[in-house]
């Protein structure tokens, strides 16, 4: 299996700030990563997917790049609805392989 | 409307089997793959495996192998995960989600279904 792992696993963060979270493949998968957003007790959302491509109705603070191994999620200008666990998923090869999740929480 | 919809929350003993569903509607559900993907207690994210319910192909993830099972039926746009002999470690939150080919990504999920087990 493709191991996923995200940095850091958590972070604090104030509304306005730029916050980017790292995802790193065990080994290449190109551009098939997934950034999906998460909030206690709901469903997780698809934000990213091809590493850099934006989900539809999502907003345009976010952002992700990488290729290869490296990948990451920069969310610019933190609103109060941003604070929430990401996870990152490599849509490569099968099993289809999540990280460990970022929590971000409010400073 | 786009959604995926699973059935309620289950309270069970070890040893006893479940199956649990998730409906599809607002697109042809037979042209998509559904995926399951498990949730322990406080715990991140994992990929179980993903049927396609126009033929029922599936694939599991190798932990899950042989400890779950995937089915579809495709005259109801249901896809189904059951197990015959539940453990107390499957305690946790199952989602399932709609794999849409243009993202190579889950863009739509279930609301999950919260399985308990406990003796």
């Known amino acids: 299996d493709i191991q996923m792992t995200q940095s850091p696993s958590s972070l604090s963060a104030s509304v306005g700030d730029r916050v980017t979270i790292t995802c790193r493949a065990s080994q290449s998968i190109s551009s098939y990563l997934n950034w999906y957003q998460q909030k206690p007790g709901k469903a997780p959302k698809l934000l990213i997917y091809a590493a850099s491509s934006l989900q539809s109705g999502v907003p345009s603070r976010f952002s992700g790049s990488g290729s290869g191994t490296d990948f990451t999620l920069t969310i610019n200008s933190l609103q109060p609805e941003d604070f929430a666990t990401y996870y990152c998923q490599q849509s490569y090869i099968y099993p289809r392989t999540f990280g460990q999740g970022t929590k971000l929480e409010i400073k | 409307e786009v959604q995926l919809v699973q059935s309620g929350a289950e309270v069970k003993k070890p040893g006893e089997s479940l199956k649990i569903s998730c409906k599809g509607s607002?697109?042809?559900?037979?042209?998509?793959?559904i995926g399951w993907v498990r949730q322990m207690p406080g715990k991140g994210l994992e990929w179980m495996g993903i049927i396609y319910p126009g033929d029922s192909d599936t694939r599991y993830s190798p932990s899950f192998q042989g400890q779950v099972t995937f089915s579809a039926d495709k005259s109801i746009s249901t896809a189904y995960l059951q197990w015959s002999s539940l453990k107390a470690s499957d305690t946790a939150m199952y989602y399932c989600?709609?794999?849409?080919?243009?993202?190579?990504?889950?863009?739509?999920w279930g609301q999950g279904t919260m399985v308990a087990v406990s003796s």
């Open positions: 989600a709609r794999h849409w080919d243009a993202s190579n990504a889950f863009d739509i």
């Open positions: 607002g697109y042809t559900f037979t042209k998509n793959w």
